[in-house]
């Protein structure tokens, strides 16, 4: 698929898979091209595959929702060992595949030494025909069992690991795309890795390899980091509490930007959640959970019929996360706003925003947020009070874990944003016209930039990210910010693109 290993499994990406498992029942594969530096019980550990890795490569966010279970297999070149060992079974010619207990009873018994064997946690697997039919669809390339050459491209990429463990700050981990490259041009498919070299794909893998299987940086500018990021997430943390006591619950209503400020966050996954803004509708002590508010997708659209003339009104479905949105009717979240001072008699709920929002010394005019039924929203539009481009439909929803959230406030990649200063009609007006929209980064920028945290932080992470994209603006000679994006040299932009490519442009 075309889209597939982009957005999300890039470690499948120009993977080297060695089936180890057969039959009528299920097909068990390991990837022998994803070394890291990460070890199990003092052995060197590479990732195998997704499937019972015991959370040794997952994203911090995942970590605690993996499961622990580790699947451990091992692959060996020393026919010495593994023709006189019956736990040894062959997989190719000149390899054979054995389990974790297994070699460690052979180095126990003076056998066999740790480095006679490469550890791989976690699989892949087929349920049957799967991988047939994945194999017909052009998903991978079917190679003859050429154990000779594989070894030695396992063997160089032991070579390099061990350069990089020795020298972690100048040497870059192997992303086991020359190891790839390398047996695609022994079967004859020289040219396609050569078409694709140093595509996005390339891109995303080569990040995914630097976040997980990498060892995080324990040096001083890194507890300075972490110093820096605590501090940051209390301060910004503040600005959406309920109450201005030390209450720990976040306000519904509190409206956020987020953007990618450097590392895996909303590139890796959720990259719909890059340059976007958020409005919390949902929190408790131990998740939260927004909307997304601009994404209009192009192709997505829910009719309302109103009550009083039978009329049929049209509106475009925001994208507003990949998650369910529980309870709410057709899966749809109504919103609207209205100021405070005008007399509202909407059927909907409040989100009454955070304390600094709310409190005395505030005496701007502000926005009052509702949430709706579709019943109530027709009523209102029925009325008068409101026409449809007064409202947004959001389909979905996005979620943390609390200790996740407070980490992405930290980094700089979640900013409590002003609700004064809120472009809520522009905001309305960027969902009436989804097929010329911007991909929302205009108004991204325009809300950003009144933000709080970065105006009292002039080093704030999120600032840079501002600069860098008013930088790109102005020096573009560009028709609008959807064409910015495409030009963009951040990889996040490009991926973002990618996202919507697929899921809210209608072409």
Known sequence: QEIAFTLRQQYFHKCVVVVTQHDEHFTKGV????????????????LGGDVLEGGLFAAPSAAQKQSTQLDVECLTAEARIAKNNSDCIKVVKGIWRTSFKAAKQMVSDGIAQPEHFWVLAGYAGWAPGQLQGELDRGSW??????????????????????????????????DGIATWTSLMERIGHGDEAQ?????????????????????????????????????????????????SQQSSDFARGSLLAGQAVGGADFVLDKQYLHRSLLLIVAANPEVVVALTLNRPASHKTVVLEIASDR??????????????????????????VGDNNEDNSFGGEIL?????FNSPDNTKSRKIIYLCPP?????????????????????GVTAWQRDEFARLLGTGALVPLDHDQFPWDDLFRLHSDPINNDFGFALWAQALATAKPLQQDASHPAKRILDQWDTLIQEGNYYNTKEAALDSPSLADRAFVKFAEFFLDDE
């Not at 976040?211 to 943390?237: C, I, M, V």
């Open 31 to 46: 990837i022998v091209n994803r070394p890291s530096r990460r070890t199990l019980e003092g052995w060197e550990v590479w």
């Open 141 to 174: 390339y079917l190679a003859a069992a050429d154990g000779a050459s594989l070894v030695d491209e396992l063997l160089r990429t032991r070579k390099a690991l061990q350069t990089v463990n020795n020298d972690p700050a100048t040497s870059m981990l192997d």
């Open 195 to 243: 078409r694709t070299k140093g595509n996005l794909d390339d891109e995303m893998l080569r990040l995914w390899v630097d976040t997980r299987l990498g060892l995080p940086s324990l040096d001083a500018k890194a507890f300075t980091r972490h110093a820096e990021e605590r501090k940051r997430s209390e301060l910004a943390q503040k600005l959406i509490l309920t109450s």
């Open 311 to 336: 009329d049929r009104v049209e509106r475009t479905v925001a994208f507003g996360g990949d998650l369910a949105a529980r309870g709410a009717p057709g899966g749809i979240v109504w919103v609207t």
């Open 352 to 356: 009454p925003g955070p304390y600094s």
């Open 375 to 395: 019943r109530e929203i027709a009523r209102v539009l029925s009325s008068g009070c409101r026409d449809i481009d007064q409202v947004l439909a959001v389909c």
